[in-house]
């Protein structure tokens, strides 16, 4: 079986090992890189399943990068900083992080948020196959969903969604007219206990709505939190 593959983009060589030697003792396929340009030339030639990302490269904003995979890749994030602030941790998490490591950091915390991530991923790609299963996409209106392909279009033309504004969706989606809160979408779609407010939430669903010309289907239960309509043919 194919070990799962992990992408770490750190300028701090030490770092780097320490992260590389911590995850290949836990059966995972590493591949290290100082710097951001030869880190986003390795995903098209590595293939990571999960990307471990320094905030602060020489070459480019850890931030730059996290918007870029996301445009391109359904890879999850992990974000490794110096940076403490809760604000960092939210802008970090609105580019598109799936988590968020701050230094000086413990390995064994390390290898479980990888895990967490991966399962919950895993537990996204599953609830996909099954609202879909016996048919290759999902229609409603004028949106088309391929879940095997994570592929979002809109009358005929593909909507560049991030992984968790797929994952969202497809939470939303799966469960109509089901009432979320946004903490429920956090330990849901993020898969971990959040540390701060949840603005992020209220932030992909803005992105969505708009995104998809939504604001009819995801509707927000004020007080609460937010829910898709009930489709009906």
């Given at each position: 079986m194919n070990r799962i593959k992990i992408l770490i983009i750190e300028d701090d060589e030490a770092i780097?090992?320490?992260l590389s030697y911590g995850l290949k003792m836990e059966g995972f396929e590493t591949l290290t890189t100082t710097s951001g340009a030869v880190g986003m030339s390795e995903l098209e030639h590595f293939k990571p399943d999960l990307l471990l990302l320094d905030w602060m490269l020489p070459d480019y904003s850890g931030l730059d990068i996290c918007k870029k995979v996301n445009a391109n890749?359904?890879?999850?994030?992990?974000?490794?900083?110096a940076k403490s602030d809760i604000t960092d941790k939210v802008l970090g998490l609105e580019f598109g992080a799936d988590d968020y490591i701050t230094k000086p950091f413990d390995l064994r915390e390390v290898v479980a948020r990888t895990r967490t991530i991966l399962r919950r991923l895993d537990q996204a790609n599953n609830l996909s196959d099954r609202e879909s299963a016996g048919e290759d996409e999902i229609r409603f209106k004028n949106i088309k969903i391929v879940p095997q392909e994570r592929l979002v279009m809109k009358d005929g033309i593909i909507v560049d969604l991030t992984p968790k504004?797929?994952?969202l969706l497809m939470t939303l989606f799966g469960h109509q007219a089901k009432i979320f809160t946004r903490s429920e979408l956090l330990d849901i779609v993020w898969g971990y206990g959040f540390?701060?407010?949840?603005r992020t939430v209220d932030t992909h669903i803005q992105r969505l709505r708009k995104k998809l010309d939504?604001?009819?289907?995801?509707?927000?239960?004020?007080g609460i939190g937010y829910k898709f309509e009930k489709q009906v043919e």
């Open positions: 780097a090992d320490l890749y359904n890879i999850p994030i992990i974000m490794i900083t504004e797929f994952d540390a701060g407010d949840t939504a604001g009819d289907m995801i509707t927000t239960v004020f």
